[in-house]
C-alpha cells in the first residue's frame, strides 16, 4: 500500500447491532483501504456494556494496528467518514448501540488534548475491553507516557465481563 512512513497506530473496534462480527471485518477492510496499512488483528471478544447504557446487547470489540501517515484530526475524519458509510446510525445518546464503533486509542507517540478527540484515548488504561486484544497484539505497548497497558490491566479490577468469542479478523492481503 506504499505506506512505510508514517505511526503506528492502536484502533478499537466494537459492534453490538446486527452481524456483529461482519461489521468488525468490513471495518477492518475499509481501514485498509482509505489510508491505513493494516498489520495486525486481534481476536474477537464478547464484552459487557460499559458506559451510559447498560441496559443492550453485548458487543464484539477487537483492537488492530496500522501504519498510518495521516495526522491525528485526519484519521479521526477518515473514521467517522467510515463509521457512517458501515452503518453508523447518528446516536441520540452517548454509549448508545451501534453497528460500529472504531475508536483511536494511540498514534505513535503522541499526545493531543483538542475539542474533538484526545491522544491518548482518554479511557485507553481503563477498559479490559480495550486492554485485552490490544495486549494480544503487542504485549509491550506502553501510553506515551511510558504506563505499560500491562500494568494497567493488572490494576483493574476483574468484573467487567470480556470473553473470548472467536479467532483475530483478517487483515487484507498486501
Known amino acids: 500500500m506504499g505506506t512505510e512512513a508514517g505511526e503506528i497506530a492502536l484502533l478499537g473496534l466494537g459492534s453490538n447491532v446486527g452481524e456483529r462480527r461482519a461489521h468488525l471485518q468490513d471495518a477492518v477492510h475499509a481501514l485498509h483501504g482509505a489510508g491505513l496499512e493494516v498489520l495486525a488483528c486481534s481476536s474477537v471478544y464478547d464484552t459487557d456494556p ?12 477487537a483492537c488492530l494496528l496500522a501504519r498510518t501517515a495521516l495526522g491525528p484530526l485526519e484519521l ?12 453508523r446510525e447518528q446516536a441520540t445518546r452517548r454509549h448508545a448501540p451501534r453497528a460500529i464503533d472504531i475508536d483511536i486509542l494511540l498514534l505513535g507517540a503522541q499526545v493531543l488534548e483538542h475539542e474533538r478527540m484526545t491522544l491518548p484515548h482518554e479511557q485507553l488504561l481503563s477498559r ?12 509491550e505497548l506502553c501510553a506515551p507516557d511510558g504506563r505499560r497497558l500491562s500494568e494497567a490491566l493488572a490494576a483493574l479490577p ?9 479467532p483475530p479478523l483478517t487483515p487484507p492481503v498486501a
Open 76 to 87: 479521526l475524519d477518515l473514521v467517522k467518514r467510515l463509521e457512517r458509510e458501515l452503518g
Open 158 to 166: 476483574p468484573y467487567e465481563g470480556v470473553r473470548w468469542a472467536g
Open 128 to 139: 479490559r475491553f480495550v486492554l485485552i486484544p490490544a495486549l494480544e497484539l503487542d504485549f
Open 50 to 61: 460499559v458506559g451510559e447504557v447498560l441496559d443492550q446487547p453485548s458487543f464484539l470489540n
